[in-house]
């Protein structure tokens, strides 16, 4: 079953750039910045997570029309 989950883009010391992720599909999503890597958010909930920032509807249109989306802060 195809699920949205969301990736964080960290470095091998649990570092966090700032780049989060989108994804319905995986081998769509493009490579991590240079020394870093993705990783799974196990806790991540779409649900919960439009309840508290309703501006997430976009982004997760975005990432099931394209396959990913991703949030750059700032």
Not at 2 to 18: I, S
Not at 21 to 34: H, Q, R
Not at 44 to 57: E, N, W, Y
Request: aromatic letters at 8%; glycine letters at 10%.
């Amino acid at each position: 079953m195809n699920r949205l989950k969301k990736l964080t883009e960290q470095g091998p010391f649990g570092e966090l750039p700032g780049r989060v992720a989108y994804v319905i599909d995986p081998n769509a999503l493009p490579a991590a910045a240079a020394g870093l890597e993705w990783r799974v958010v196990d806790d991540f909930s779409p649900g919960d997570a439009i309840l508290k920032d309703p501006g997430l509807k976009t982004v997760f249109e975005h990432a099931l029309r394209n396959g990913y989306a991703i949030v750059t802060p700032g």
